[in-house]
C-alpha cells in the first residue's frame, strides 16, 4: 500500500478522498489555487502546495505543477477525483512516466472511452447493445445533416469527447437542425478542444441507469450493482438512488453481465461506470463510461457496505479485488441529492456568492453529508457550483425517502440561491415516491415543482417580526445591565409608551410589496395584527440561533438569519426573503435604462449575434454568454433596434454588466 498520495483535485471529493486515506493511515497532499486558500481541503490533507491562479486552466489543470508537487513531496500516487484531469490520458500516461502511480484506469482504457464514437465502436464489437446511431468521422454539415434527416426526430447531438451533458442537445425537427448543431459545437469545442459530433436516436422517456463496475490488474472484474441517475436536469444529474426502483434480478444480471463485458473489452482496471439507457421494455443501450469515481459513488457504498475509494487505493497499489461478485450484496436503499448554488427557477441558472450562513443535517448511519465548504466561503465562477452531495440510507426505499425529505428540511443555506427548495418540492412529488422515473421527469413535472408563487404566508411575517421582538428584547435588556439608571422606563422593551398602547410597527417588503406588521405587548408574548387578521405568538432563541415559535398554539421551528437590513426566514425546506425598512428614510431609487440587458451571472462572451442598427424581435438571441461550463442565450426582451454593443467576444462580464442597449420599435411601445 501507498506511503503518501497526492490529490489532485478541490472541494468535497478531495475532502472524500483524504478521509478514506486517513483512515488507511495513508499521508494525503493537497493542491490549491489562489482561490481556494482557504478551503476545507486543504485542512483535510497532511499537507498543501500552491499551484497557481483561480482559473482551472491555471491550476488544477496544470499537469505539470501537480506532477512537480508530486516529486518534491515525495508523493507515490496521484488520485484525480472526478473532473480536472481525471479522464485526461495524457496525465494518466504522463504520472506512470514519471514513476508515480495513477490511481484510475491505463490511459489505454482512457483513451478508449474518451471518444463516444469510439467508444461505440468497441462496445458494438463486444455484443454490448446501443442506441441506433450515427458515429462516423465525416464530420461535415451536409453528412450530419443527411445522417439526421436519415434517422428521423427527434434526435441527441453530443460531443464525441468528454460528458457531463456539455455538448448535447435534443433536436425535435429538421428545420433546427443546423442552428442546434453549431451551439453543441461550440460548447464542445469549450469544454473539451473537440467540437467532434455524434447523432443518436432519442428515446422518448427512458430510464438512466448505470452500473458500477471494479476490474483489477489480475484479470478480476465486478459489479457493484446499479444506480437510478434519470432525474437531471441540462443533462446533468440532481437526484440518484440505488438500487434502482423496479429493477428485477434477471434485468440486474443482464445489465451487470454487459457492464462487466464492456470494462474487459478494453482492458479496464479501478473504479469505473458503465451507463445505459433503459427503456420502457426492459431493453437497455450502452450509452458511454466514465473512466472514474462518480459523483454518486456514495449510494453504492451505502447499499453495499463497501468503501470505493479503498478499493481504488488497493487496486492501484497491485492488489486483487476485496470481494467477489458473489460475496457482494445489497443492504437497503439510498438516495443521494445534489445541493447545488443555482436558481432552478430560471432554468437552473448558476449562481454565485458567499455562504453567509450554513447549518447542514446532523450526520449519522442514516445520513451523511459530503462537502468541501464551509460558513464564509465563496461559491465562484472558477468552478462547478455544488455545494454538497446529501445522501441518506434506510433499510427500504420508503424510509430513505422520507430521511431525505427530513434531512432536506434541516439543511439551511443563506448567503446564495440554491436548489433546496426545489429538492424538496421534488421529494414530495407521488411519482417519485412510486418510482414512475424517466430521463424527463422534471420536465413532466414542471407545473408541481415550479409552481406559481402567492402571497406571501401570514406564518412567514410572524415568524419574521418575532425574531425582531425577540433580538429588541434581547438588546435592551443587555443595554439595562449596563445601565447607570436600570429601572427607567425607557430601557425596557415591552414597548412602553406614555399614555398609549404599547405596540411596535415593522415594515416589510417583498417584491414590490410593502406589508406592515404591528406588535401588541401582552404578559405571555405578544399580538400581531396582520394581513389576515390578529394572531397570538411568543417564543425565543434556542442556543443553536433557531427561531422557536408558538403561534396560537401551534409550536414551530424555523432559521431566520438577518443581514443588515435583508431577512431570510427558513422554514420546511422553504426560504423566504424580506427586507425590513423605516418608510420615512425611503428614498425613490433610480431604474435601470428601459433599453439596456444586463448579465445574468459573471461570464464569458462567445458570441455576438447582433450589431448597432439591427432590427430584432421579442426572443431573438443576441449574445452568448459562457458561464460554469454552460452556454446561456441573452434574448431580446421586447421587438426594437440594436443601439449599442458593450462587450466583444471573449471579453469576461460581471453579473449586472449592461451588454448592448436596445430602443423599442415605437409602433410596439405604446
Given at each position: 500500500?501507498?506511503?503518501?498520495?497526492?490529490?489532485?483535485?478541490?472541494?468535497?471529493?478531495?475532502?472524500?478522498?483524504?478521509?478514506?486515506?486517513?483512515?488507511?493511515?495513508?499521508?494525503?497532499?493537497?493542491?490549491?489555487?489562489?482561490?481556494?486558500?482557504?478551503?476545507?481541503?486543504?485542512?483535510?490533507?497532511?499537507?498543501?502546495?500552491?499551484?497557481?491562479?483561480?482559473?482551472?486552466?491555471?491550476?488544477?489543470?496544470?499537469?505539470?505543477?501537480?506532477?512537480?508537487?508530486?516529486?518534491?513531496?515525495?508523493?507515490?500516487?496521484?488520485?484525480?477525483?472526478?473532473?480536472?484531469?481525471?479522464?485526461?490520458?495524457?496525465?494518466?500516461?504522463?504520472?506512470?512516466?514519471?514513476?508515480?502511480?495513477?490511481?484510475?484506469?491505463?490511459?489505454?482504457?482512457?483513451?478508449?472511452?474518451?471518444?463516444?464514437?469510439?467508444?461505440?465502436?468497441?462496445?458494438?464489437?463486444?455484443?454490448?447493445?446501443?442506441?441506433?446511431?450515427?458515429?462516423?468521422?465525416?464530420?461535415?454539415?451536409?453528412?450530419?445533416?443527411?445522417?439526421?434527416?436519415?434517422?428521423?426526430?427527434?434526435?441527441?447531438?453530443?460531443?464525441?469527447?468528454?460528458?457531463?451533458?456539455?455538448?448535447?442537445?435534443?433536436?425535435?425537427?429538421?428545420?433546427?437542425?443546423?442552428?442546434?448543431?453549431?451551439?453543441?459545437?461550440?460548447?464542445?469545442?469549450?469544454?473539451?478542444?473537440?467540437?467532434?459530433?455524434?447523432?443518436?436516436?432519442?428515446?422518448?422517456?427512458?430510464?438512466?441507469?448505470?452500473?458500477?463496475?471494479?476490474?483489477?490488474?489480475?484479470?478480476?472484474?465486478?459489479?457493484?450493482?446499479?444506480?437510478?441517475?434519470?432525474?437531471q436536469r441540462r443533462h446533468q444529474k440532481v437526484?440518484?438512488?440505488?438500487?434502482?426502483?423496479?429493477?428485477?434480478p434477471e434485468l440486474r444480471s443482464r445489465m451487470?453481465?454487459?457492464?462487466?463485458?464492456?470494462?474487459?473489452?478494453?482492458?479496464?482496471?479501478?473504479?469505473?461506470?458503465?451507463?445505459?439507457?433503459?427503456?420502457?421494455?426492459?431493453?437497455?443501450?450502452?450509452?458511454?463510461?466514465?473512466?472514474?469515481?462518480?459523483?454518486?459513488?456514495?449510494?453504492?457504498?451505502?447499499?453495499?457496505?463497501?468503501?470505493?475509494?479503498?478499493?481504488?487505493?488497493?487496486?492501484?497499489?497491485?492488489?486483487?479485488?476485496?470481494?467477489?461478485?458473489?460475496?457482494?450484496?445489497?443492504?437497503?436503499?439510498?438516495?443521494?441529492?445534489?445541493?447545488?448554488?443555482?436558481?432552478?427557477?430560471?432554468?437552473?441558472?448558476?449562481?454565485?456568492?458567499?455562504?453567509?450562513?450554513?447549518?447542514?443535517?446532523?450526520?449519522?448511519?442514516?445520513?451523511?453529508?459530503?462537502?468541501?465548504?464551509?460558513?464564509?466561503?465563496?461559491?465562484?465562477?472558477?468552478?462547478?457550483?455544488?455545494?454538497?452531495?446529501?445522501?441518506?440510507?434506510?433499510?427500504?426505499?420508503?424510509?430513505?425517502?422520507?430521511?431525505?425529505?427530513?434531512?432536506?428540511?434541516?439543511?439551511?443555506?443563506?448567503?446564495?440561491?440554491?436548489?433546496?427548495?426545489?429538492?424538496?418540492?421534488?421529494?414530495?412529488?407521488?411519482?417519485?415516491?412510486?418510482?414512475?422515473?424517466?430521463?424527463?421527469?422534471?420536465?413532466?413535472?414542471?407545473?408541481?415543482?415550479?409552481?406559481?408563487?402567492?402571497?406571501?404566508?401570514?406564518?412567514?411575517?410572524?415568524?419574521?417580526?418575532?425574531?425582531?421582538?425577540?433580538?429588541?428584547?434581547?438588546?435592551?435588556?443587555?443595554?439595562?445591565?449596563?445601565?447607570?439608571?436600570?429601572?427607567?422606563?425607557?430601557?425596557?422593551?415591552?414597548?412602553?409608551?406614555?399614555?398609549?398602547?404599547?405596540?411596535?410597527?415593522?415594515?416589510?417588503?417583498?417584491?414590490?410589496?410593502?406589508?406592515?406588521?404591528?406588535?401588541?405587548?401582552?404578559?405571555?408574548?405578544?399580538?400581531?395584527?396582520?394581513?389576515?387578521?390578529?394572531?397570538?405568538?411568543?417564543?425565543?432563541?434556542?442556543?443553536?440561533?433557531?427561531?422557536?415559535?408558538?403561534?396560537?398554539?401551534?409550536?414551530?421551528?424555523?432559521?431566520?438569519?438577518?443581514?443588515?437590513?435583508?431577512?431570510?426566514?427558513?422554514?420546511?425546506?422553504?426560504?423566504?426573503?424580506?427586507?425590513?425598512?423605516?418608510?420615512?428614510?425611503?428614498?425613490?431609487?433610480?431604474?435601470?435604462?428601459?433599453?439596456?440587458?444586463?448579465?445574468?451571472?459573471?461570464?464569458?462572451?462567445?458570441?455576438?449575434?447582433?450589431?448597432?442598427?439591427?432590427?430584432?424581435?421579442?426572443?431573438?438571441?443576441?449574445?452568448?454568454?459562457?458561464?460554469?461550463?454552460?452556454?446561456?442565450?441573452?434574448?431580446?426582451?421586447?421587438?426594437?433596434?440594436?443601439?449599442?454593443?458593450?462587450?466583444?467576444?471573449?471579453d469576461q462580464v460581471e453579473e449586472g454588466n449592461?451588454?448592448?442597449?436596445?430602443?423599442?420599435?415605437?409602433?410596439?411601445?405604446?
Amino acid at each position: 500500500m501507498f506511503e503518501k498520495i497526492l490529490i489532485a483535485n478541490r472541494g468535497e471529493i478531495a475532502c472524500r478522498v483524504a478521509r478514506s486515506a486517513r483512515r488507511l493511515g495513508i499521508a494525503t497532499v493537497a493542491v490549491y489555487s489562489e482561490a481556494d486558500a482557504g478551503a476545507m481541503h486543504l485542512a483535510a490533507c497532511d499537507e498543501a502546495w500552491l499551484i497557481g491562479a483561480a482559473p482551472a486552466r491555471e491550476s488544477y489543470l496544470r499537469a505539470d505543477k501537480i506532477l512537480q508537487v508530486a516529486r518534491e513531496s515525495g508523493a507515490q500516487a496521484v488520485h484525480p477525483g472526478y473532473g480536472f484531469l481525471s479522464e485526461n490520458a495524457e496525465f494518466a500516461q504522463a504520472c506512470i512516466d514519471a514513476g508515480v502511480a495513477f490511481i484510475g484506469p491505463p490511459p489505454s482504457a482512457i483513451i478508449a472511452m474518451g471518444s463516444k464514437s469510439e467508444a461505440k465502436t468497441l462496445m458494438a464489437a463486444a455484443g454490448v447493445p446501443l442506441v441506433p446511431g450515427y458515429h462516423g468521422d465525416d464530420q461535415s454539415d451536409g453528412r450530419l445533416r443527411q445522417e439526421a434527416n436519415m434517422m428521423g426526430y427527434p434526435l441527441l447531438i453530443k460531443a464525441t469527447a468528454g460528458g457531463g451533458g456539455k455538448g448535447m442537445r435534443i433536436v425535435h425537427s429538421a428545420e433546427e437542425f443546423d442552428e442546434v448543431l453549431q451551439s453543441a459545437r461550440r460548447e464542445a469545442k469549450s469544454s473539451f478542444a473537440d467540437e467532434r459530433v455524434l447523432l443518436e436516436r432519442y428515446l422518448i422517456a427512458p430510464r438512466h441507469v448505470e452500473l458500477q463496475i471494479f476490474a483489477d490488474s489480475h484479470g478480476n472484474c465486478v459489479h457493484i450493482f446499479e444506480r437510478d441517475c434519470s432525474i437531471q436536469r441540462r443533462h446533468q444529474k440532481v437526484l440518484e438512488e440505488a438500487p434502482a426502483p423496479g429493477m428485477t434480478p434477471e434485468l440486474r444480471s443482464r445489465m451487470g453481465a454487459a457492464a462487466v463485458d464492456a470494462a474487459k473489452a478494453i482492458g479496464y482496471q479501478g473504479a469505473g461506470t458503465v451507463e445505459f439507457l433503459l427503456d420502457r421494455d426492459n431493453s437497455f443501450y450502452f450509452m458511454e463510461m466514465n473512466t472514474r469515481l462518480q459523483v454518486e459513488h456514495p449510494i453504492t457504498e451505502m447499499i453495499s457496505g463497501q468503501d470505493l475509494v479503498e478499493w481504488q487505493l488497493r487496486v492501484a497499489a497491485g492488489e486483487t479485488l476485496p470481494l467477489t461478485q458473489d460475496q457482494l450484496e445489497i443492504n437497503g436503499h439510498a438516495f443521494e441529492a445534489r445541493i447545488y448554488a443555482e436558481t432552478p427557477e430560471r432554468d437552473f441558472l448558476p449562481a454565485t456568492g458567499r455562504l453567509r450562513y450554513l447549518k447542514m443535517p446532523q450526520e449519522s448511519t442514516h445520513v451523511r453529508v459530503d462537502t468541501g465548504v464551509q460558513q464564509g466561503d465563496e461559491v465562484s465562477v472558477h468552478y462547478d457550483p455544488m455545494i454538497a452531495k446529501l445522501i441518506v440510507w434506510d433499510r427500504e426505499r420508503t424510509g430513505a425517502l422520507r430521511r431525505l425529505r427530513n434531512a432536506l428540511n434541516a439543511y439551511r443555506i443563506v448567503g446564495v440561491n440554491t436548489n433546496l427548495e426545489f429538492l424538496t418540492t421534488l421529494c414530495t412529488l407521488p411519482a417519485l415516491a412510486e418510482g414512475r422515473l424517466n430521463t424527463g421527469f422534471i420536465e413532466t413535472h414542471r407545473s408541481s415543482l415550479f409552481p406559481a408563487r402567492g402571497a406571501l404566508p401570514d406564518e412567514v411575517l410572524a415568524l419574521a417580526a418575532l425574531y425582531e421582538l425577540l433580538i429588541e428584547a434581547r438588546q435592551a435588556k443587555r443595554l439595562q445591565q449596563v445601565s447607570s439608571d436600570p429601572g427607567s422606563p425607557w430601557g425596557v422593551s415591552n414597548g412602553w409608551r406614555l399614555n398609549q398602547d404599547n405596540f411596535h410597527s415593522f415594515f416589510f417588503r417583498r417584491g414590490g410589496d410593502e406589508i406592515e406588521v404591528t406588535a401588541h405587548y401582552r404578559r405571555e408574548g405578544y399580538q400581531l395584527e396582520l394581513p389576515s387578521g390578529k394572531w397570538r405568538i411568543s417564543g425565543e432563541i434556542a442556543h443553536d440561533g433557531d427561531l422557536l415559535a408558538d403561534i396560537e398554539g401551534r409550536r414551530m421551528k424555523a432559521a431566520v438569519i438577518k443581514h443588515q437590513k435583508e431577512l431570510t426566514i427558513l422554514q420546511q425546506g422553504r426560504a423566504w426573503q424580506l427586507t425590513l425598512h423605516d418608510p420615512r428614510l425611503d428614498a425613490m431609487e433610480g431604474e435601470e435604462s428601459e433599453g439596456g440587458l444586463i448579465a445574468p451571472m459573471p461570464g464569458t462572451v462567445v458570441a455576438v449575434l447582433v450589431a448597432p442598427g439591427d432590427h430584432v424581435r421579442r426572443g431573438d438571441p443576441l449574445v452568448l454568454m459562457e458561464a460554469m461550463k454552460m452556454e446561456h442565450s441573452i434574448c431580446a426582451p421586447f421587438d426594437g433596434e440594436i443601439k449599442e454593443v458593450c462587450f466583444e467576444v471573449g471579453d469576461q462580464v460581471e453579473e449586472g454588466n449592461e451588454l448592448l442597449l436596445m430602443e423599442a420599435d415605437k409602433a410596439k411601445s405604446v
